[in-house]
Nanobody, 126 residues
């Protein structure tokens, strides 16, 4: 049963921008908790990208390689999670996954996330 649907990936040149979206099933309460973005590059393990705390708070967390370039945000009225990616680099090429946590706190630990989107491909050409 699909509960998170992520989209917005594509092919972009280095230095370009993309905005990823993750739509949550409004009937489920998990959206109230922290949410995050992870990515998996070809031949590599899944890695944390960014996270935002649950509704009512605005704490964000980023992996060092995307700080200053990526911004995570959420539209609580529409129950949509976003990842604005600017100044993209070829090393950002990966499949990106949104995820919903079981806790309120923003976290980089993948085991804290209960639900996962199907992934959206981001390819950055040099």
């Amino acid at each position: 049963q699909v509960v998170l649907v992520d989209s917005g990936g594509g092919l972009v040149q280095a230095g370009g921008s993309l905005r990823l979206s993750c739509a949550a099933d409004s009937r489920r309460p998990y959206y109230n908790y922290a949410m995050g973005w992870f990515r998996r590059a070809p031949g590599k393990d899944r890695e944390f990208v960014a996270a935002i705390s649950g509704i009512g708070s605005s704490t964000t967390l980023y992996t060092d390689s995307v700080k200053g370039r990526f911004t995570i945000s959420r539209d609580d009225a529409e129950k949509v999670l976003y990842l604005q990616m600017n100044s993209l680099k070829p090393e950002d090429t990966a499949t990106y996954y949104c995820a919903a946590s079981r806790y309120d706190r923003a976290s980089s630990a993948s085991y804290e996330y209960m639900y996962w989107g199907q992934g959206t491909q981001v390819t950055v050409s040099s």
